[in-house]
């Protein structure tokens, strides 16, 4: 029973990790069976993930069972007394098999689960669990603790890496089905999927996320990394997408994605989502077409290139490095342009810059290729534009309603910065041509800031208020009650028309649906001119705190804004940097597979 519990353990992770695996269908036909689970009542569409999930669950049971009927310590009997005697000294070098006699199983594995316990708080303990430091203390907590003698910690255990990775598939399926049965659970009402790159130095790989609403929090599951490669395309990474989220949840659940640009003209809706680009992205295309070396030479700009080339040179610094750090900011956000952070972090630290590098002869040219004034006026360009990246890359709160409102803040800004006279208004222009063609603003944003009671229709002029409300009326209406089944709330059609070409849908995925959607229609537009006649929000209280308490004033707009304003604008957040320069050093020193470093990410994000 145990080697196919480990057999199946494998394949399971294989599908996670392996982007060579056949391509999971996006949906099914209506008329195709769906395997409900008899433990916790979620769905699947393929029979083998039904039988991984229930064997997740009966391990799981059988763990919580043996917990359960564990008896207390009592005193050892004779015989466990002799086996549990310290060896002599002469005997113990010749004691190679010993390992799985001085310990019972069950012990064994209780250790292998606090050792992975604890690799789950600190991924580089993986390392630290072998060396010298850790087996002196471990071996003196034996010592003292022992009733009948001690033994080697490495005779009695072995490698302790090595017995912490033997658990990892055990552990990792009792995680995956609590997550499985979150995601599935029929008071979803949906969910937003992040799929974006995490570059880490030479290195970069895929990490997939999913955000829920439960109750009045928002739920973070990061379900499962891969490594990029520059082989593969991206229909590979949406392949992988498909094979990892089949294990997880039904195709027909309400998804939104979040994806960086190299992914966003995908088709990765399919029947039961919309592909949203990353904010945080578009802000960086946004730098990158005004100051990248190409654009750079064509407009004959290349003063401005001299001073970036020294901003950066001066950045790679170790002296400004220390300086930068001893500062108390927060970090830039994990999209945003490493050649406009230099050149921001020049302007703040320029006269601790000048001070310094003056000093030094092997320093003092670089001073050459900062131009003061440029550099300032530069820097009013780009400041607001990485203070946009920070509102929109927070974590801790719904953001996607503020993508429209950056957006105009932005317009506006260099709109009228354009007007003045000066070397900056050339610039300016650059700055909003590219703005107006780098970062899409979706209905999928204008539905959002609407749901957001400290905004609603304030940002916007007054001849688009109807466009937006009918917008968000109609999906309002088409959301369905949770556990009804069914997909929809967001639709093919939802984009922009200058936005990337999805599929062609009606408003809900069959026709039976449209009348009800019909009939619902005055009852939404109620609820929402009710909610919009209301005065401001002014309280800095909780977006989700906010529509769990109207629930029943306003229970269409309420599951609407409880899906909705869970979707990230940003795909990738500063806290993914720290695991995956994690983990790809622990694969570069080879002491971890790919499969397991998938899995070591997924109890490290999940364990909780």
Not at 49 to 59: D, I
Not at 150 to 156: H, V
Not at 253 to 277: A, D, H, K, M, N
Not at 450 to 479: N, T
Request: hydrophobic residues 35%; aromatic residues 6%.
């Amino acid at each position: 029973m145990s080697g196919k519990s480990s057999l199946r353990d494998g394949n399971n992770s294989q599908s996670s990790s392996d982007t060579t695996s056949p391509m999971m269908p996006t949906s099914f036909p209506t008329s195709q069976k769906a395997y409900t689970c008899g433990s916790c009542g979620i769905q699947f569409q393929f029979y083998n993930n039904l039988m991984e999930h229930m064997q997740s669950h009966a391990a799981d049971n059988e763990n919580h069972t043996k917990e359960d009927t564990a008896k207390p310590c009592q005193a050892p009997i004779a015989p466990q007394e002799q086996t549990w005697k310290s060896p002599q000294p002469a005997q113990r070098n010749h004691m190679p098999s010993f390992q799985n006699r001085l310990l019972p199983e069950k012990e064994r594995q209780q250790v292998a689960e606090r050792l992975l316990r604890m690799m789950c708080t600190d991924l580089g303990l993986l390392g630290a669990l072998s060396s010298k430091d850790f087996l002196k203390l471990a071996q003196t907590l034996v010592d003292t603790g022992s009733r009948h003698g001690a033994y080697s910690i490495r005779d009695a255990l072995g490698d302790m890496s090595s017995l912490a990775l033997k658990q990892l598939p055990r552990m990792y399926n009792q995680v995956k089905v609590k997550v499985t049965c979150a995601l599935g659970s029929n008071s979803s009402l949906g969910i937003a999927v992040t799929c974006h790159s995490q570059t880490i130095g030479p290195d970069s790989c895929y990490v997939l996320t999913a955000y829920q609403v439960e109750g009045v929090r928002l739920r973070r599951y990061v379900l499962g990394l891969k490594e990029s490669s520059l082989r593969e395309g991206p229909e590979h990474v949406h392949h992988w997408v498909q094979n990892v989220l089949s294990e997880f949840v039904m195709s027909e659940i309400r998804t939104v994605y979040v994806t960086e640009p190299r992914l966003s003209l995908l088709p990765f809706c399919g029947r039961s989502g919309l592909s949203l680009r990353c904010a945080g992205c578009s802000l960086a295309a946004t730098v990158q077409a005004v100051l990248g070396r190409r654009s750079l030479q064509a407009r004959g700009l290349h003063e401005l290139g001299e001073l970036l080339a020294t901003c950066r040179d001066i950045a790679g610094t170790t002296s400004f490095s220390r300086e930068s750090k001893a500062a108390d900011e927060a970090p830039p956000p994990p999209c945003w342009d490493s050649a406009a952070e230099a050149l921001l972090k020049v302007h703040e630290n320029f006269e601790a810059i000048c001070e310094a590098y003056g000093r030094c002869k092997s320093t003092a040219p670089l001073l050459q290729g900062l131009n003061k004034h440029l550099l300032g006026t530069l820097s009013c360009l780009l400041a607001p534009l990485r203070q946009a990246a920070q509102e929109l890359g927070a974590d801790r709160w719904p953001t996607l309603q503020q993508v429209l409102p950056v957006y105009i803040r932005l317009e506006k800004l260099f709109t009228s910065k354009a007007g003045e006279a000066g070397a900056g208004s050339k610039l300016c222009h650059y700055f909003l041509e590219a703005l107006k063609e780098n970062f899409k603003v979706e209905r999928v944003h204008q539905v959002a800031m609407i749901l957001d009671p400290q905004l609603k229709l304030r940002p916007v002029p007054g001849y688009q208020h109807e466009e937006i409300i009918s917008r968000a009326c109609d999906m309002a209406a088409s959301m369905r009650e949770p556990g009804s089944g069914g997909s929809s709330g967001i639709t093919g059609d939802e984009r922009d028309g200058d936005g990337p070409a999805g599929p062609k849908r009606g408003r809900m995925d069959c026709g039976v649906d449209r009348p009800s959607c019909a009939a619902e229609e005055p009852q939404v537009r109620k609820e929402l001119f009710q909610y919009l006649g209301e005065p401001l929000f002014h309280a800095t209280g909780d977006l989700f705190q906010y529509w769990s308490s109207v629930m029943d004033r306003y229970p269409k707009l309420s599951r609407l804004a409880l899906w909705l304003l869970a979707v990230p604008a940003v795909g990738v957040h500063s806290e993914c940097v720290s695991i995956c320069e994690q983990t790809l050093a622990m694969k570069k020193k080879r002491q971890v597979t790919a499969e397991e470093m998938n899995k070591l990410v997924f109890l490290k994000c999940n364990f909780a």
